[in-house]
Structure formats: C-alpha cells, structure tokens
C-alpha cells in the first residue's frame, strides 16, 4: 500500500474519532482503512490505535506520529502546489520599486526585454531612493544599493554598482587633465548638496590615494551633476550607468581608468512566501541574469 495514503487514512481516523469515519471521509471502505492501518503498525512494528467495539484512542507513540504525519502531508501537498504554480506562466501586475537613476539609466532600458518575454505581466514600477517597506507599501521586489541590514526578507546580488569619474573634453581644455589623483584637489569637483563625501577614494596597484576635493556647484540630484559636467562647470564621480553613454559619445572624457573607484553593492529584495509567484521569480530570475556581475 502507498504509504502517504496509509498516512492519510491514520490522520483521518485520529481527527475523527473512528476508522468508519476516516473510511468515509477518504472514499474507501472501512475494511480498506482498517488495512491501511495494519500496514502503517506492522511498518513501525508499533500500535497507534488501541480500539475497543465503542470507541478508539491514540497511544503515546500514535499521538505522536499523527502530529509527524500531518506535517509530512502538508509540506508534500506544498511542494505539489508549488510544483503546479511554477509551470504556471507568469501574468499580473508586478510592483516593484528602484532607486532613481538605476531605475532610469538601467532598470528602463532592459524592461523591454523582460515585457517582450512575458507578454501577460505588466510592471508597475516606482523610483525613489528611500528604503521602502514591502508590506506595508505593497511592493513584491525592490532593488537596494548599499550593505543590508539583517531582515526577514530574501536578497539576490545583482553587479556591483560602480562609479565613474569624469570630465568634459571643454573643462580638460581649460583646466588641464589630472595626471594623478591628488590632482583632484586643485579642481572644480562637483557633489551632492549638502556633501557628505569630502574625500574621493581611488585605488590601484600601488594602493589608495584619498582626495580631499571641493568645487563651488553642489546639487542633489545625480542627473544635474551630470548635466553639469556636460556644460565644463567640473569633474563629476557618479555611477557608470549614468555617464557611459556621454564617454563613449565622446561628451565626457573618462578620468584615471585605470583605478578602482568605490562601488557598492546592489541586490534586489522579496519576501521569502512571494517567491513562489510566478511572475515575480520571473522578475528575479530576469534581473540577477541581465545585471550578472561582469
């Protein structure tokens, strides 16, 4: 006999005080039910029932098999669910949330491939560069840049996300190019408003140099900064997603290629129950390929 069902019918009979009673409740004749708990007492080579002609009750081992065998049942039924939903394709509203410019520069540009490959998902997407909550905001992925902080939550490392100096062929022009890192300080650099980052940290081979640097424009926004560095107003650090394009445009010249600038790391987020959505492993799936690390 199939143990699983043997299992069924003893959970049955426990739960409803006779093994008619399980025999009906599983669709089987009671002389099959009280054979299935034969098999499952000869197996164990212990007795889980003991039954009198008026009433039946669990023994200390049988209390404690039927609590086994009913959560034996419900991860098997689980994982059978889950099994049938993941062959299920991915549709629905997808809400996910992402910082600004990774989400314009990067997350943008590769959505039509992931829409294009799951035609019945629609994303909803929202750009912000605070810490959303998942739960209560009703967000079922979002990307973080940055270390985690301990969580219940599930996260995916996606690349780092890498920075990029650079400089606009008209400043190089007038103010020169800087030929090693502490050169940085005799120039406009350009930051967020108010800085926090009065240092620029560059690295190579022979080590770490850390830049005190200044400038007169500061802006808090990553796209002015670009902006800025277009028009010659100074040397800009901000993430490579951003300024790429511009330096192989030819817009923006690339300053010390050759160093390391500081990177962070990036992952996207999901409670660990949602995953099982098949639109959001979709989602997940899509993003740790397209954002790999090189």
């Known amino acids: ?132 909550d998942l739960v209560e905001e009703g967000f079922e992925a979002a990307i973080r840049i940055g270390q985690l902080p301990d969580s219940a939550l599930i996260a995916k490392p996606l690349a780092p996300y890498r920075m990029m100096l650079c400089a606009s062929p008209d400043y190089l022009a007038r103010r020169g190019t800087p030929a090693v890192p502490e050169d940085l300080s005799r120039h406009e650099c350009l930051s967020f408003a108010p800085s926090v980052l009065a240092h620029w940290r560059l690295s190579d081979q022979d080590g770490t140099s850390r830049v005190p640097i200044s400038g007169r424009l500061q802006v808090n926004h990553g796209q002015a900064l670009r902006v800025a560095a277009l028009h010659g107003l100074g040397i800009v650090l901000q993430p490579a997603i951003l300024l790429q394009a511009d330096v192989r445009a030819g817009r923006l010249v690339r300053l010390f290629p050759e160093h390391e600038l500081a990177s962070r790391p990036m992952s996207v987020v999901y409670l660990p129950d949602r995953y099982r959505s098949p639109k959001l492993r979709s989602f997940v799936d899509f993003l740790t390929e397209r954002f790999q690390e090189d």
């Open 1 to 132: 006999m199939d143990l699983l069902d043997s299992m069924k019918v003893y959970v049955a009979a426990a739960e409803k005080g006779s093994l008619s009673a399980a025999a009906t409740a599983c669709g089987i004749s009671a002389t099959m039910a009280g054979n299935h708990l034969r098999t499952l007492e000869k197996r164990l080579g212990m007795r889980l029932l003991n039954r009198t002609t008026r009433r039946q009750h669990l023994t200390a081992f049988g209390e404690d098999y039927y609590l086994r065998c009913k959560e034996i049942l419900r991860l098997v039924a689980e994982t059978d669910a889950q099994a049938q939903q993941m062959q299920l394709a991915p549709a629905g509203q997808l809400r996910i949330s992402a910082p600004v410019t990774f989400g314009t520069e990067a997350l943008m540009p590769a959505l039509r491939d992931y829409l294009d490959r799951y035609p019945d998902v629609s994303v909803d997407v929202a750009l912000c560069d605070r810490v959303v």
